[in-house]
């Protein structure tokens, strides 16, 4: 298998392990869990829910508050406006970074293909920082439905880019009391997946996110930062979901997946040509959880349960990116874009093939040009980090617009009250 000029020396998606030891029998059995015995007891994981559920809807709502705050920016000032959302988006990535830290702390393990060389690095103090760039579509396969995008999202904050996240969801989540709304005020994109009523909100949005600006969150082609998130898949990895696509696969004599489901290309080819002008570049992340054995799902052993309360989430998360020049695509023969993205998602599969045969993602270790080509560089091999803010008090920025909303507040009732006792005791 050869991507993007490496040679990964894997066997094909269609080769099979020739033995299974005992633990992955016994997981497979459902006899133990991957993520090891439970670590908190009844007790315990009623104090870590609790405490879970205050830190993270106390910080929602304070988010949330932020949102409101800025809103009348919009009838002022656009550019305003948008800056100020970024800001309080930047909260939230914080809050899911230092949420994750402290109750579901996991290894992380970061990888790339000469693509990306250059753009990977660890911090002195083991932390991750990627050079990607400022505006791009980033699409991933999506093993689990509740922190897929939440990994990812730690990504954009380890390239400074988590004010400036997109991401493309179901509409019922829009309607979740705070979060939803919340979301909306975001500019996430929310489809339907009825591609007539979809097509003309999703062009609006992606023309919204083309335009041009020239508030304090642009760069000097008066375009702001972006990374718009697209699982082509269309719906997380589960049992139906693979039985699902493996019937598409036979009835239309396609190449089934292992690990994967077919992606569907409509919603990223239309992306893809409307915003071809102000975008260069796709980047594209492999992921998967350490200990889901083969056939198995992710979202039936990694629940929010046993990842958050009982101590037992995945051992590792293993991350490959490579990134794919737009220019180089073909957005104007649909059969052709189809082909091109099936390509993709077939190499992610001999990839994820390879992970489970030797316990790592492909990962680009040489020396060569760095990404942009500007200097000789050495890959950066497999990064080993966890999710964690870069400071340990960073959190606090989500609280401080509220918190000065209310000593504003208090100030402004305390002299309202001077004023009204002068007045009244001036005339008695």
């Known amino acids: ?92 990535g914080l809050l899911i970074a230092t949420m994750t830290q402290w109750w579901s702390p996991t290894l992380v393990r970061v990888s790339g293909d000469k693509s990306v060389r250059g753009q990977l690095r660890r911090t002195e103090d083991g932390r991750l920082e990627c050079d990607f760039e400022e505006r791009m579509i980033l699409i991933a396969n999506h093993q689990q439905i509740y922190t897929d995008w939440l990994y990812l999202w730690w990504v954009a904050y380890t390239a400074r880019m988590h004010g400036h996240i ?41 023309q919204k996110l083309s335009s041009r600006h020239s508030g304090p969150m642009s760069d000097s082609k008066s375009l702001d930062p972006m990374w718009l998130l697209i699982f082509p898949e269309g719906t997380n990895l589960s049992k139906n979901g693979r039985d699902a696509s493996k019937r598409w696969a036979d009835k239309t004599g396609l190449q089934d997946l292992q690990h994967l489901l077919l992606p569907r290309s409509t919603g990223l080819q239309f992306c893809l040509q409307e915003m071809k002008n102000t975008v260069d570049w796709v980047y594209d992340c492999t992921l998967i959880y350490e200990g889901v054995p083969r056939g198995q799902f992710g979202q039936d052993i990694f629940t929010l349960r046993s990842t958050y309360f009982q101590g037992r989430p995945p051992k590792s998360v293993n991350m490959h990116w490579r990134r794919f020049a737009i220019s180089t695509i073909p957005l104007d023969d649909t059969k052709e874009f189809e082909e091109w993205l099936r390509q993709r998602w077939i190499e992610k599969d001999a990839f994820l093939e390879h992970y489970v045969q030797t316990g790592r993602l492909p990962a680009d270790d040489e020396e060569g040009p760095s990404a942009d080509g500007s200097k000789i560089v050495r890959g950066a091999g497999h990064i080993e980090t966890e999710v964690k803010p870069a400071s340990p008090i960073e959190f606090l920025q989500i609280f401080i617009p509220v918190v000065t909303l209310g000593l504003v507040v208090n100030v402004v009732v305390k002299f309202y009250r001077m004023f009204v006792r002068t007045i009244f005791g001036a005339k008695a």
């Not at 005992?22 to 133990?32: C, Q, R, Y």
């Not at 919009?74 to 930047?90: G, S, V």
């Not at 019922?172 to 003309?200: E, H, N, T």
Request: glycine content about 8%.
């Open 166 to 206: 997109y991401i493309i969801l179901k509409e019922s989540i829009k309607w979740i009391p705070i979060l939803g709304q919340g979301m909306m005020f975001y500019g996430f994109v929310f489809l339907s997946r009825k591609w007539a009523k979809d097509r003309p909100r999703f062009q609006h949005r992606l």
């Open 1 to 92: 298998m050869a991507a993007n000029g490496i040679k990964y020396r894997h066997p094909p998606a269609s080769v099979k392990p020739e033995y299974e030891s005992s633990t992955e029998a016994k997981i497979k059995a459902g006899e133990l869990h991957p993520g090891g015995p439970i670590k908190h007891g009844t007790y315990g994981q009623a104090l870590r829910m609790a405490l879970l559920a205050v830190y993270f809807l106390g910080s929602c709502i304070c988010i949330f508050t932020t949102q409101l705050m800025g809103a009348p920016l919009y009838f002022y000032n656009q550019d305003f406006y948008y800056a100020w959302m970024a800001l309080t988006k930047q909260h939230f």
